[in-house]
């Protein structure tokens, strides 16, 4: 479980330092971690030290989502999107609330502003970032405890506008 724990905190941190970038060698990278944590997640799980492993993989899977989505943020990438909708379709009785959550906030992140937004990497919208996507999320719906859900939002701090304005050369008066 330390390994998990350990990979998935290198590549949160490997998403906030390319958050918005929409780098395809970041996001292949990503996503081949991902596609492997959705392998280990779907095991059986006999005994009661698969269950808890089980759970420290599910919690790795979702924050290994919410860093694939920041890289891509706003590009509404087809290649993230497929892997993110796995994890929105998942209604066993195991999967918590606060996977459900992980997963629509991966979603949104992918999407954000409908393609005219995206994350940038200043201070604060790194530290923004990190306290959104803490790692740390609820078991239901009215857990307050060991997350503040108001905190969630903070990834609003690093949002940034993408305009691209085309010119031809004969257009640009200099």
């Not at 390994?3 to 996503?31: E, K, W």
Request: charged share 15%; proline share 4%.
């Amino acid at each position: 479980m330390p390994f998990y724990n350990i990979l998935t905190g290198v590549l949160l941190a490997l998403g906030l330092r390319f958050a918005g970038s929409q780098s395809p060698v970041v996001r292949d990278l990503l996503v081949s971690y991902l596609d492997q944590f959705l392998r280990l997640s779907r095991l059986p799980c006999p005994h009661y030290d698969a269950r808890v492993t089980l759970n420290s993989v599910r919690n790795c899977l979702d924050v290994i989502a919410l860093a694939t989505a920041s890289v891509m943020a706003g590009s509404g990438d087809l290649i993230v999107l497929r892997r993110l909708r796995s994890l929105h379709g998942r209604t066993d009785k195991d999967t918590p609330f606060g996977s459900h959550m992980a997963s629509h906030m991966a979603i949104g992140t992918l999407f954000l502003g409908g393609g005219t937004m995206t994350f940038g990497t200043s201070d604060l919208a790194v530290a923004g970032l990190c306290i959104a996507f803490y790692p740390l999320f609820p078991g239901d719906v009215l857990d307050n405890k060991t997350h503040l859900q108001a905190l969630r939002h903070l990834w609003v701090l690093a949002v940034e506008g993408r305009c691209l304005v085309a010119r031809t050369g004969e257009s640009v008066v200099g």
